[in-house]
T-cell receptor, first 112, second 114 residues
Framework: EPEVTQTPSHQVTQMGQEVILRCVPISNHLYFYWYRQILGQKVEFLVSFYNNEISEKSEIFDDQFSVERPDGSNFTLKIRSTKLEDSAMYFC??????????FGPGTRLTVL | QKEVEQNSGPLSVPEGAIASLNCTYSDRVSQSFFWYRQYSGKSPELIMSIYSNGDKEDGRFTAQLNKASQYVSLLIRDSQPSDSATYLCAVRENSGGSNYKLTFGKGTLLTVNP
């Protein structure tokens, strides 16, 4: 069964460093998303992406964040200068149409 | 601010019992509703979606939607210890345009005791 994959599973970085989180959505899906979940808190929407552009972003998704689909399969989230409060699980999701979103296994980001 | 509210639990039921999980939402334009299961340290896993008022059954799971009351529920029949997890209610509005984001509740922790 097709699934969303994410790498790395765990990323440790120093405050102020740039990180890139990678995702491979399900192959025939057209809509891509990033969510994050701080430990013990809700899953929060960050950004949605369709047709090679951002379709919506939350107030969390400030200028430090960017997304890209560099080729036909990968979808990346970049955090330019990480802060302690960026420590969280980051989930990529994809959907075929405006429909059910399937989540990847997540990347645990730890900012020291 | 759209809100999705769930009782955080824990909800504890004996094996074989029916577990009932509830969710309310604040935004009347919400049109699509999802239940996800999340094991500790893992990602949300889709259980069911529901779009119309009434009940929708899938195996041991039944989702119920009442848009007038802005209420969604999930029933798990014949609960098993492997059902022990946090259950997330998620809501999406269909307001046209490109707004497909999900708004999640904080989740209800379910424990099924053998």
């Amino acid at each position: 069964e097709p699934e969303v994959t994410q790498t790395p599973s765990h990323q440790v970085t120093q405050m102020g460093q740039e990180v890139i989180l990678r995702c491979v959505p399900i192959s025939n899906h057209l809509y891509f998303y990033w969510y994050r979940q701080i430990l013990g808190q809700k899953v929060e929407f960050l950004v949605s992406f369709y047709n090679n552009e951002i379709s919506e972003k939350s107030e969390i998704f400030d200028d430090q964040f960017s997304v890209e689909r560099p080729d036909g399969s990968n979808f990346t989230l970049k955090i330019r200068s990480t802060k302690l409060e960026d420590s969280a699980m980051y989930f990529c999701a994809s959907s075929e149409l405006r429909d059910t979103q399937y989540f990847g296994p997540g990347t645990r980001l730890t900012v020291l | 601010q759209k809100e999705v509210e769930q009782n955080s639990g824990p909800l504890s039921v004996p094996e074989g019992a029916i577990a009932s999980l509830n969710c309310t939402y604040s935004d009347r334009v919400s049109q699509s509703f999802f239940w996800y299961r999340q094991y500790s340290g893992k990602s949300p896993e889709l259980i069911m979606s529901i779009y119309s008022n009434g009940d929708k059954e899938d195996g041991r799971f039944t989702a119920q939607l009442n848009k007038a009351s802005q209420y969604v529920s999930l029933l798990i029949r014949d609960s098993q210890p492997s059902d022990s997890a946090t259950y997330l209610c998620a809501v999406r509005e269909n307001s046209g345009g490109s707004n497909y984001k999900l708004t999640f509740g904080k989740g209800t922790l379910l424990t099924v005791n053998p």
